[in-house]
C-alpha cells in the first residue's frame, strides 16, 4: 500500500472479515472435538514469559498462547486488529485511535479495557528491550472504556506496521502489573491457554482458558489473528536438547509434535505411516552477530575481516540445512529486497582480504571469542566451522558454549565476554525495516552510528515510499558494510506431529489453537 493512501487507512470488523476470503482456514472447526493433552518436544525452555523482553523463538511460542496482542500479523503477515476492533490513523500519521474489544477477559476473570491498554503501554516504554517504538509518543490517553489513542510528536508512516511485531510482542496485560520489573510480572494474560505449571528446566504446561471468546471478526486460522479456539485441554511442553531425543520422543509416541528437527534425522520417519513431516519456509534468516564493542571487534576493519572469511557454503554444508544463498536481509517478494546491491558483503571467501583487513586494523593475536550453544547444533557447528575459517586467516579464536537462555541474553544485552555470535531472526526479514531497528542496533551492540540514526529517520518521517525505500538500503549497506550482522542464509524448518493431530498448520511459530486430537 503507498504510503499516502496507508494514513487514510481504517481497519474495521467488516474490513477484516471482508480480507478473510484470501485466507487459507483450517479444516472446519466443527469436526475437532475437545479434549486431550497434546504433547511437544522443543529444544529448550523458556528463559522468561514476560513478553515486552522476549524475542527468543522458544518464549514466544508460548507467549502467543497466553496473550493476544493490541496488533499483530496474519497468515503472509499482514496486518490485523486483535484486541483492537479497529484502528484509525489521522494527522499525517501522528494520531492513532484504537477502538477495543468489549468481550476480552483475562485469565483471572477480570474485564480488559482501555485502562489496560494504556498501563501495558507505559509499562512497555519502562521496561521493554523494544521501547524505542515509543520514543516518540507525546501522549496516550484512555478517554473510555473502549478507545485507547496516541499522538505522536512527528509523522510516522511505520507506526502500525511497527505494533503488529510479534518479536517484543505489545500484548495486552492487567493494569494490576504496571509497575512490576522487566521479568517479573504475574504471568496473567487473554489468550486461549493459561499458564498451569512451569518446571524450568524440565517442562511447562498451558492448560484451556474457558473465559476466552474468539474474535468474532474472523473465521479460522490467520497467523496470530483470527478466530482462535482451545480444542485441547492441556498442552505440555517438554524441553529436549537433542534433536535424536526429540525424534525418538515421536517414534516411541511420547510427543505428539515436535519441532527443529535437522533434514537428516527427519529422513527417519519415511515409512512411518502415523507420522507426517512439515516444511516451514520461509522461515529464519541465521545471521553472525558480531559485538560491535567489545574488545577486538570494536574495530570495524577486524569485523570486516572476520566477514572476508566467512564461506556460507562450508557453514550451510557442515550444519546440514535446508538454507537459501541471499546477501539481502529481506526476502526476494519483499518490497525492500535488494539483494544484488549487498551481494559485495556477502560469501567473500576471501582469507587472503581478510589477512590484509587485519593487518591495516593493527590486529595483534588477541583472542576473538565465539560463543554459542549445543542446544542448538546448528549453531554450535557454525561456529565450530567459523574457528576453522578464521584461524586459516590469522585470527586467534576461541569457541565458548553455553546454554542458550544465557547466549540469547548476552546478545540482547551485550553482557558476556564474547566476540561473534549466531542466531536466526524470523519476523524480522517477512516484517521489513521497522521490524529490523531494535534488532540491528541491539544484538550488535551499535551506538552512535550517525549514517543508521539519519536514515532510520527518514525511514519513519516520510510518507514518501522512494525516499523510504533510499533509506533502506543505506541502513541495510551500513549494517553489512560495517560489519555488524553478517548474512548467513535463509533458512526453512522441519516440524512432525502425529496424524492423530488435527489442524496444526505451518507458521514460522507452532499455533496449537484450533488445533485437536481425534
Known amino acids: 500500500m503507498n504510503a499516502r493512501k496507508a494514513l487514510k487507512h481504517l481497519a474495521t470488523g467488516a474490513a477484516i472479515a471482508a480480507l478473510l476470503g484470501t485466507v487459507a482456514l483450517t479444516p ?8 486431550g493433552q497434546l504433547r511437544y518436544a522443543y529444544p529448550s525452555g523458556p528463559g522468561t514469559l514476560d513478553p515486552f523482553v522476549s524475542s527468543s523463538a522458544v ?40 477502538k477495543i474489544r468489549k468481550d476480552v477477559k483475562f485469565h483471572d476473570g477480570t474485564p480488559l479495557t482501555s485502562a489496560d491498554v494504556l498501563a501495558s503501554f507505559e509499562r512497555y516504554k519502562k521496561v ?44 495486552i496485560l492487567p493494569a494490576s502489573q504496571k509497575d512490576k520489573p522487566a521479568r517479573g510480572i504475574d504471568i496473567i494474560g487473554t489468550g486461549p491457554y493459561k499458564l498451569k505449571e512451569w518446571a524450568k528446566d524440565s517442562h511447562l504446561v498451558l492448560e484451556r482458558f474457558p473465559g476466552y471468546v474468539p ?16 480444542y485441547l485441554d492441556a498442552i505440555t511442553y517438554r ?12 517414534q516411541s509416541d511420547d ?26 519456509e520461509p522461515y529464519c534468516m541465521q545471521v553472525l552477530i558480531v559485538n560491535s564493542s567489545q574488545g577486538a571487534t570494536a574495530n570495524a576493519k577486524v569485523r570486516q575481516a572476520i566477514n572476508a572469511a566467512v564461506d556460507v557454503d562450508e557453514i550451510t554444508m557442515a550444519t546440514g540445512d535446508v538454507a537459501k544463498k541471499n546477501p539481502s536481509l529481506t526476502y526476494d ?54 574457528a576453522e575459517l578464521l584461524k586459516a586467516a590469522g585470527m586467534t579464536v576461541k569457541v565458548d558454549l553455553v546454554d542458550w537462555t544465557t547466549n540469547a541474553s548476552n546478545m540482547q544485552r551485550g553482557t558476556g565476554t564474547w566476540n561473534v555470535s549466531t542466531t536466526s531472526f524470523c519476523s524480522d526479514p517477512l516484517l521489513g525495516p521497522q521490524k529490523w531497528r531494535t534488532q540491528l542496533y541491539t544484538f550488535p551492540q551499535v551506538k552512535n552510528d550517525t549514517v543508521m540514526d539519519a536514515a532510520y529517520e527518514r525511514f519513519f518521517t516520510s510518507t514518501d ?40 498448520t505451518p507458521f514460522i511459530l507452532p499455533r496449537f489453537w484450533n488445533v485437536g486430537l481425534n
Do not use: C
Open 239 to 250: 524441553f529436549i536438547p537433542e534433536a535424536n531425543g526429540r525424534v525418538a520422543a515421536l
Open 333 to 386: 517478494f519483499s518490497p525492500w529486497y535488494q539483494g544484488a546491491k549487498m551481494k559485495a558483503y556477502y560469501d567473500q571467501k576471501s582469507p587472503a582480504k581478510a589477512a590484509a583487513l587485519l593487518k591495516e586494523a593493527g590486529y595483534k593475536g588477541e583472542t576473538i571469542t565465539l560463543q554459542s550453544t549445543a542446544q542448538y547444533p546448528n549453531y554450535r557447528t557454525t561456529m565450530v566451522v567459523l
Open 28 to 35: 472446519a472447526q466443527a469436526e475437532l472435538k475437545k479434549g
Open 128 to 171: 521493554s528491550t523494544n521501547a524505542v517504538i515509543f520514543a516518540d509518543v507525546a501522549s496516550a490517553t484512555a478517554p473510555d472504556p473502549e478507545t485507547f489513542i496516541i499522538k505522536l510528536n512527528k509523522t510516522n508512516s511505520a507506526f502500525i506496521d511497527t505494533l503488529k511485531a510479534p518479536v517484543y510482542p505489545f500484548v
Open 255 to 280: 510427543a505428539d509434535v515436535v519441532a527443529n528437527i535437522p533434514v537428516d534425522l527427519a529422513k527417519r520417519f519415511e515409512g512411518d505411516k502415523r507420522l507426517v513431516v512439515q516444511r516451514v
Open 215 to 230: 474474535n468474532p471478526a474472523y473465521k479460522g486460522t490467520d497467523g496470530y489473528a483470527g478466530s482462535k479456539v482451545a
Open 465 to 504: 515510499d522512494d525516499v523510504r525505500k533510499k533509506a533502506w538500503y543505506e541502513i541495510e549497506n551500513q549494517v553489512l558494510s560495517q560489519a555488524y550482522v553478517i548474512k548467513i542464509a535463509d533458512l526453512a524448518s522441519t516440524n512432525a506431529y502425529n496424524k492423530r493431530v488435527e489442524g496444526f
Open 59 to 98: 518464549e514466544l511460542e508460548v507467549i502467543q498462547h497466553l496473550y493476544d496482542a493490541l496488533i499483530t500479523v496474519g497468515e503472509k503477515y499482514e496486518t490485523r486488529p486483535m484486541i483492537a476492533t479497529s484502528y484509525e490513523i489521522a494527522d499525517n500519521a501522528r494520531t492513532f485511535t484504537f
